[in-house]
């Protein structure tokens, strides 16, 4: 017999779907609107991502995170150009090659960064690394916001970002995985956060903020989309049945419902933090400013949690372990989880 998994922290897509965005997707099975996208809700969602982001920019809906952060790079390299991001970014660690794969082989450029933020002094570094022509040529810069270590950069540092991608011919994009718990940490508006500090695309994602699936590749410059559908198809990304993924979108932006659900991910964290810091074996290794928590701690302690049947990564290093927590992630299930850490951690 399959016995269901209770609530767990290993990732915001561990979650359930959001009622609002249930309710939704149901009341759409008494429409049978048009298939690949030429339907009202595709239109709709996307005139209201237009006005969320307080702008005219073109925006394109897919599946997953891998493909609208690899697309998106590839709509803005050619094979010969390079990408750079931090060691710990996203592309780098967990797509399986894809960034490289669907640009046909522009290379990723890793810097340490800082908190899992890239400065720009690793831009310039990077950047001015070779100029000659057997090394790619650096193209983009991909920033993570919130970041993979939890970290949220600045307006301010985001300019900076700018100033020096400017001056180096470089174009941004953003992997926004988190960044509904980017939004409301800083407490800025999407315009804010994205176009107006540059950044010429930016991947939003629907599913770690409650959908059941479903991303959209934002491009505020809208120069570098050229036949995005087109790439979109053929990496098998344009959904026959795109209403049912535009449709949740509409949810997740009517009465600002994404704003809720990050806010609750990122209070969790917080109280998970408040709460575990006081324990004398753990450290936090980075800042909590969205809806992650990084503990530092003995690995063999780290082992007896998972005994417990807590799920977790602890891909960070020996010792080391994320908790992530979500749209609708429970006080009550937390504090299990914090009783179990106190009773193998004190
Ligand atoms: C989850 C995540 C993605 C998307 O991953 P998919 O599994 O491809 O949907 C992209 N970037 C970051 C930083 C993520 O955490």
Redesign the pocket.
Same mark, same amino acid.
């Given at each position: 017999m399959y016995e269901k998994i209770k609530e767990q922290f290993a990732?915001?897509?561990y979650s359930q779907i959001c009622p609002e965005v249930l309710d939704k997707i149901v009341s759409l099975n008494g429409d049978n609107a048009q298939a690949y996208g030429d339907d009202y809700y595709t239109k709709y969602a996307a005139d209201k991502l237009r006005e969320l982001f307080e702008c005219d920019c073109e925006v394109f809906f897919v599946?997953?995170? /891998?493909?609208?952060?690899s697309l998106s790079l590839a709509s803005l390299c050619n094979s010969y150009h390079s990408i750079i991001c931090t060691e710990v970014?996203?592309?780098e660690t967990?797509?399986c090659g894809?960034p490289e794969f669907f640009s046909n082989g522009s290379k990723l450029l890793l810097a340490k960064g800082k908190n899992g933020k890239l400065r720009p002094c690793d831009i310039e570094e990077l950047a001015n690394k070779r100029s000659d022509i057997h090394y790619p040529k650096p193209k983009v810069v991909s920033l /993570?916001q919130?970041?993979?270590l939890g970290t949220v950069y600045t307006i301010e540092e985001l300019k900076a970002i700018k100033k020096v991608a400017v001056k180096n011919n470089l174009h941004i994009h953003m992997?926004?995985?988190?960044f509904s718990n980017a939004l409301v940490s800083l407490n800025v508006s999407p315009a804010e956060l994205t176009w107006k500090v540059g950044i010429d695309v930016l991947?939003f994602?629907g599913?770690?903020n409650g959908l059941a699936?479903g991303?959209v590749v934002i491009f505020f410059n809208k120069k570098l989309c050229k036949d995005f559908d087109y790439r979109c198809k053929q990496a098998g990304q344009l959904a026959s049945k795109m209403k049912f993924i535009s449709v949740q979108w509409i949810a997740l932006l009517e009465n600002n419902l994404w704003k809720k659900n990050a806010s609750h991910a990122n209070r969790m964290a917080k109280y998970f933090e408040q709460e575990v810091k006081q324990m004398k074996n753990i450290k936090i290794k980075c800042k909590v400013q969205a809806n992650s928590v990084f503990i530092q701690t003995d690995e063999q302690l780290l082992d007896e949690l998972k005994s417990k049947n807590w799920i977790f990564y602890s891909f960070i290093g020996a010792g080391g372990a994320r908790f992530v927590f979500s749209w609708n992630s429970s006080k009550e299930r937390i504090d299990e989880l914090l009783k179990d850490i106190k009773r193998i951690f004190t």
């Amino acid at each position: 017999m399959y016995e269901k998994i209770k609530e767990q922290f290993a990732s915001d897509n561990y979650s359930q779907i959001c009622p609002e965005v249930l309710d939704k997707i149901v009341s759409l099975n008494g429409d049978n609107a048009q298939a690949y996208g030429d339907d009202y809700y595709t239109k709709y969602a996307a005139d209201k991502l237009r006005e969320l982001f307080e702008c005219d920019c073109e925006v394109f809906f897919v599946f997953n995170g /891998t493909a609208a952060n690899s697309l998106s790079l590839a709509s803005l390299c050619n094979s010969y150009h390079s990408i750079i991001c931090t060691e710990v970014a996203h592309i780098e660690t967990d797509e399986c090659g894809a960034p490289e794969f669907f640009s046909n082989g522009s290379k990723l450029l890793l810097a340490k960064g800082k908190n899992g933020k890239l400065r720009p002094c690793d831009i310039e570094e990077l950047a001015n690394k070779r100029s000659d022509i057997h090394y790619p040529k650096p193209k983009v810069v991909s920033l /993570t916001q919130a970041t993979e270590l939890g970290t949220v950069y600045t307006i301010e540092e985001l300019k900076a970002i700018k100033k020096v991608a400017v001056k180096n011919n470089l174009h941004i994009h953003m992997d926004g995985a988190r960044f509904s718990n980017a939004l409301v940490s800083l407490n800025v508006s999407p315009a804010e956060l994205t176009w107006k500090v540059g950044i010429d695309v930016l991947c939003f994602s629907g599913t770690k903020n409650g959908l059941a699936l479903g991303e959209v590749v934002i491009f505020f410059n809208k120069k570098l989309c050229k036949d995005f559908d087109y790439r979109c198809k053929q990496a098998g990304q344009l959904a026959s049945k795109m209403k049912f993924i535009s449709v949740q979108w509409i949810a997740l932006l009517e009465n600002n419902l994404w704003k809720k659900n990050a806010s609750h991910a990122n209070r969790m964290a917080k109280y998970f933090e408040q709460e575990v810091k006081q324990m004398k074996n753990i450290k936090i290794k980075c800042k909590v400013q969205a809806n992650s928590v990084f503990i530092q701690t003995d690995e063999q302690l780290l082992d007896e949690l998972k005994s417990k049947n807590w799920i977790f990564y602890s891909f960070i290093g020996a010792g080391g372990a994320r908790f992530v927590f979500s749209w609708n992630s429970s006080k009550e299930r937390i504090d299990e989880l914090l009783k179990d850490i106190k009773r193998i951690f004190t």
